[in-house]
T-cell receptor, first 114, second 116 residues
Framework: KAGVTQTPRYLIKTRGQQVTLSCSPI?????VSWYQQTPGQGLQFLFE???????NKGNFPGRFSGRQFSNSRSEMNVSTLELGDSALYLC?????????????FGQGTRLTVV | AQSVSQHNHHVILSEAASLELGCNYS??????LFWYVQYPGQHLQLLLK??????LVKGIKGFEAEFIKSKFSFNLRKPSVQWSDTAEYFC??????????????FGTGTLLAVQP
């Protein structure tokens, strides 16, 4: 079956702009999480959505937001971009039908802020 | 602060050498534990996972890990590495949040280079 699909794969934006990233989870998966990966900070949890509701949120400023649609697809938005937002943004999906589930990751969106 | 620690940031081995990567976490209660691998240019892939039961878990490509609850550790091992194991390895914890969650806390990663 198809894996987690993230679009676009690469993005270049200028400071002050906003950006929207998209994630389509594996069919049947209802939980979507987002992570930021940078060389300095590693992989950091942004937020998690399940059935269109945000269940958990990481320690990021309010400029980072997300949502999930009824078909489980998710988007994350970053407003007023800063140079430090340059990173690989990863999306992960899981069934989350019980406590013991595993997350499957997409290939990520590489965001460069100039 | 609660965290996941990987002690080795960069490891260089020759082919056929044995590998052990350390991982410690500081969460109390029941946690789920994972090792992920990221090959150059590829997405994160699950190597193995521990939810409960036998503390010695076997994963793909000959990797295994041992959960030692008293030491809050989940070290990754492979008896004989290959050049194709060159990748970055991440330990991750599903922290106890009182319910099902997809939230993962990752270690800083270990970059493994295997020399032919």
């Amino acid at each position: 079956k198809a894996g987690v699909t993230q679009t676009p794969r690469y993005l270049i934006k200028t400071r002050g702009q906003q950006v929207t990233l998209s994630c389509s989870p594996i069919s049947g998966h209802r939980s979507v999480s987002w992570y930021q990966q940078t060389p300095g900070q590693g992989l950091q949890f942004l937020f998690e959505y399940f059935s269109e509701t945000q269940r958990n949120k990481g320690n990021f400023p309010g400029r980072f937001s997300g949502r999930q649609f009824s078909n489980s697809r998710s988007e994350m938005n970053v407003s007023t971009l800063e140079l430090g937002d340059s990173a690989l943004y990863l999306c992960a999906s899981s069934r989350l039908s019980d406590l013991n589930t595993e997350a499957f990751f997409g290939q990520g969106t590489r965001l460069t802020v100039v | 602060a609660q965290s996941v620690s990987q002690h080795n940031h960069h490891v260089i081995l020759s082919e056929a050498a044995s590998l052990e990567l350390g991982c410690n976490y500081s969460y109390g209660g029941t946690v789920n534990l994972f090792w992920y691998v990221q090959y150059p240019g590829q997405h994160l892939q699950l190597l193995l996972k521990y939810f409960s039961g036998d503390p010695l878990v076997k994963g793909i490509k000959g990797f295994e890990a041992e959960f030692i609850k008293s030491k809050f550790s989940f070290n990754l091992r492979k008896p004989s590495v290959q050049w194709s194991d060159t990748a970055e390895y991440f330990c991750a914890v599903n922290p106890p949040l009182g319910g099902a969650t997809n939230k993962l806390i990752f270690g800083t990663g270990t970059l493994l280079a295997v020399q032919p």
